[in-house]
């Protein structure tokens, strides 16, 4: 992270080096499991990505190649294997024209793939050249928004929504140590005027007291329905970088928790080769 003349942040993340990796795994498996239940009823719902990204990303790219992280994640999934979330490699498979990963879908991507012409969704991505690629992958409509602004700002000013249905995806890139709890006050003071949507809150496990204080807020928030799930790939270090990395969604689909508790372990065995790096808890009872 820097600053510019003006003292405002500049941003340094750039997902692009990450894509497809262990977290992203988790995360978009959960955005689709929450995408194929609102799909379920004719009713039009709203996708609000408040941190978008670039929204597709090439394999072959040099950013990708530099880490090849996802050859940590999706590169060790095997479809055959899991049948279960056939719906998240049906996202994948829809922007690659053989079997082989050329692109790897962001949120953004994953949600343009589900949306129906009844549907919206708006995406917001503040970094400039990010902002451009995403303009570039996810073309501008009727029905979807991409917006170059502070994704939370935005947030707290579409709720509630027209349908109030709606995924609200929350995947920051915590490069600004107050955002993990900038991000539970936003959703805090989004829930106090919508508290029928569905976020899903994505954070890594850098330190796991950052992440018990994000728990400690959220249970003592007076919001309820609230799930965590977690995958790793080793266990809980100071100063090694992220280990794990979970999503807490709040009025998660009745179904989510118990396909996830059967999901986790088979996940976490494939990509860590360790059946026990997962975490599947209600944090706030309905
Ligand atoms: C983890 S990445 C998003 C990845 C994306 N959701 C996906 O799954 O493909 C976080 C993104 O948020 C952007 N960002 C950071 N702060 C932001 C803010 N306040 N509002 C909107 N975007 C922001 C960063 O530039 C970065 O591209």
């Not at 500049?10 to 978009?28: E, P």
């Not at 902002?131 to 502070?150: E, G, M, P, Y």
Request: one cysteine or more; charged letters at 25%; hydrophobic letters at 35%.
């Amino acid at each position: 992270m820097a600053f510019n003349k003006e003292n405002t942040i500049l941003l340094s993340y750039r997902h692009s080096f990450h894509a497809g990796n262990f977290a992203d795994v988790i995360k978009h498996i959960v955005q689709v499991e929450i995408l194929e239940h609102l799909l379920k009823k004719d009713k039009p719902f709203e996708y609000i990505d408040t941190h978008a990204g670039a929204g597709l990303f090439s394999v072959k790219s040099d950013d990708m190649q530099k880490l090849q992280e996802y050859n940590n994640g999706i590169g060790k999934l095997d479809s055959n294997n899991f049948p279960e979330i056939s719906r998240y490699f049906e996202a994948i498979q829809a922007y690659n024209d053989t079997k082989n990963l050329e692109f790897y879908p962001g949120s953004p991507a994953i949600a343009k793939h589900f949306l129906r012409s009844h549907d919206r969704a708006w995406m917001y991505e503040l970094h400039p050249q990010d902002f451009k690629h995403l303009s570039n992958n996810i073309a501008q409509s009727r029905k979807i928004k991409v917006v170059q602004d502070d994704g939370l700002k935005g947030l707290n000013g579409l709720v509630p929504t027209p349908s109030r249905r709606a995924l609200i995806l929350i995947d920051p890139s915590y490069e600004i140590k107050t955002e993990y709890e900038l991000v539970i006050d936003s959703v805090i003071k989004a829930y106090g005027k919508f508290s029928t949507g569905v976020y899903a809150i994505w954070y890594p496990v850098v330190e796991r007291n950052t992440i018990n204080m994000m728990e400690r807020k959220l249970k003592n928030s007076g919001i309820t329905n609230i799930q965590q799930f977690e995958l790793g790939i080793a266990t809980d270090s100071s100063g090694r970088g992220m280990t794990s990395s979970g999503m807490f969604v709040i009025n998660p689909p009745w179904t989510l928790k118990d396909k996830m508790s059967s999901l986790l372990p088979k996940l976490a065995q494939t990509l860590a080769g360790n059946p026990e790096l997962f975490k599947c808890n209600i944090l706030v009872e309905e």
